[in-house]
């Protein structure tokens, strides 16, 4: 169960680290490693997550950046690993969900099945009080009898402010994101408001998480750039 929760958080991570074509909102240049730090809503400690730029292929408005994100527990021992690719086409950012198959947990039993739904997108040209369109994403995983379906939803986005924000690794210029996401599993229906700030050419600099009840549930800081 716990391994089904732990996939559901880190896809949506995977999901939420958009890029743009003509100013990447994402890092770039290969062999470059973002590691971020996670905390509960009394700053405590949950887990690390580290990104690894591994190819970049561009041409004209089109650009598709190949990585791998790994999610670790708290003593940096690497729980997840997804690679993945950020696709650009026509200025618009699409995260394409065939990637999420080649996802694997560090449990050899646990499979990802399938994966289907609608993908993020952001354009370019992104503003300040520019509305974002509706994503889903359906995940299907198994554990040899066991089976689970993950059902995330992001609805209501908008970009609301640019700032700069300050974190371990630095001060950046940032976009500012918020989402409401729905996560279904189990017949459980989790609801929460993400808070995402952008820096160019690095990606997610910051992620606050809400409750319904608008409580601070985790907040994520990029801690590192190598």
Known sequence: MNRVKLLAITVFV????????????????VGTVLIYEKKDGKGQIEDYSR???????????????????????????????????M????????????????GRLKDPKVKIESAAGTPMELP??????????DAKIIISVSKGFFSAKLDIS???GKCTAIENITVPAGTFQCHK????????????????RAVSWYAPNIGV????TYTDKNQLQS???LIEIK
């Open 124 to 133: 370019n040209d992104l503003k300040v009080g520019q509305s974002l369109k």
């Open 219 to 221: 907040r994520r800081e």
């Open 154 to 156: 992001m609805t209501d």
């Open 177 to 192: 994101i918020t989402q409401n996401v729905t996560t279904v599993s189990m017949g459980k229906t989790t609801l929460t």
């Open 14 to 29: 995977a999901i939420t680290t958009v890029i743009y074509a003509q100013n990447p909102f994402f890092a770039t240049k």
């Open 51 to 85: 990104q690894t730029i591994k190819t970049v292929e561009s041409s004209g408005r089109n650009m598709t950046i190949s990585y791998l994100y790994e999610s670790m527990d708290k003593d940096r021992k690497v729980l997840v690993e997804i690679p993945c690719k």
């Open 205 to 208: 600099v910051k992620t606050e």
């Open 87 to 102: 696709l650009i086409k026509n200025d618009v950012m699409i995260f394409d969900l065939k990637h999420v198959l080649g």
